[in-house]
Each structure stands twice: as structure tokens, then as C-alpha cells.
């Protein structure tokens, strides 16, 4: 088994950044693509980027593309979200996962562990 912990969410204003954090823990995710996700009140929890095993590729939501980037550290085994010029729809619940293989997806039915969440709000 493998548990996730996300941290770093909070309330910022529009235009500003934050940096999300997923420590993994009970076994190395280091072999195993890493992803992203949100969900917003009232909606479906969405993609919002996705990074393989090695950190070689990464792939992004249109809607965060430019603004996002997703890095990963496998010697910590950890994977982060820095978010930059955040946006009120930006606000949602985040949430980390380990995917199935190595590569990169978008596909929610394609990760296997997910973490709590750490809530992000963003004011305009």
C-alpha cells in the first residue's frame, strides 16, 4: 500500500502562486507516473497535470497549461504543483495520485492510490 499526503493549499488572492506538496509513504513511487487532480463544489473531479516515472514528461490541463508546472523528486518521494497566477476557478479541492504504469495519463480509472486533499481558494 502506499499513502499520500498533500499539503501547501490555502487562500490566495487572484494572480498569486502556491506550491502543493505530495509526500508518499509505505512503498517508493519512483517506477510509477504522478498526477494532479481537483474538484471543485459541486463538481467532477478533474485532470489537472500528470508526470512519468523518470520526470522526463510531463503533461498539463488546457486550463492550466503555461500557468502550472508539475515536478517530482524520487529520492524523497515526493511530487509537487506549483500553481502561478491563480485564477478564482482555480478553487477546488487537490489531490494527488500514483498512477497504474510509468507513463503519463489523464484517465482518473488509471491511478491507483490518491491522497486526501488540501483545499485551495482562491479570492478575486
Known amino acids: 500500500q502506499v499513502q499520500l499526503e498533500e499539503s501547501g493549499g490555502g487562500l490566495v488572492q487572484a494572480g498569486g502562486s502556491l506550491r502543493l506538496s505530495c509526500a508518499a509513504s509505505?512503498?517508493?513511487?519512483?517506477?510509477?507516473?504522478m498526477g494532479w487532480f481537483r474538484q471543485a463544489p459541486g463538481k467532477e473531479r478533474e485532470f489537472v497535470a500528470a508526470?512519468?516515472?523518470?520526470?522526463?514528461?510531463?503533461y498539463y490541463a488546457d486550463s492550466v497549461k503555461g500557468r502550472f508546472t508539475i515536478s517530482r523528486d524520487n529520492a524523497k518521494n515526493t511530487v509537487t504543483l506549483q500553481m502561478n497566477s491563480l485564477k478564482p476557478e482555480d478553487t477546488a479541492v487537490y489531490y494527488c495520485?500514483?498512477?497504474?504504469?510509468?507513463?503519463?495519463?489523464?484517465?482518473?480509472?488509471?491511478?491507483?492510490?490518491w491522497g486526501q486533499g488540501t483545499q485551495v481558494t482562491v479570492s478575486s
Open positions: 508526470i512519468s516515472w523518470n520526470g522526463a514528461t510531463t
Open positions: 495520485a500514483v498512477g497504474r504504469y510509468t507513463w503519463t495519463t489523464a484517465a482518473l480509472n488509471e491511478y491507483i492510490y
Open positions: 509505505g512503498r517508493t513511487v519512483s517506477n510509477k507516473g
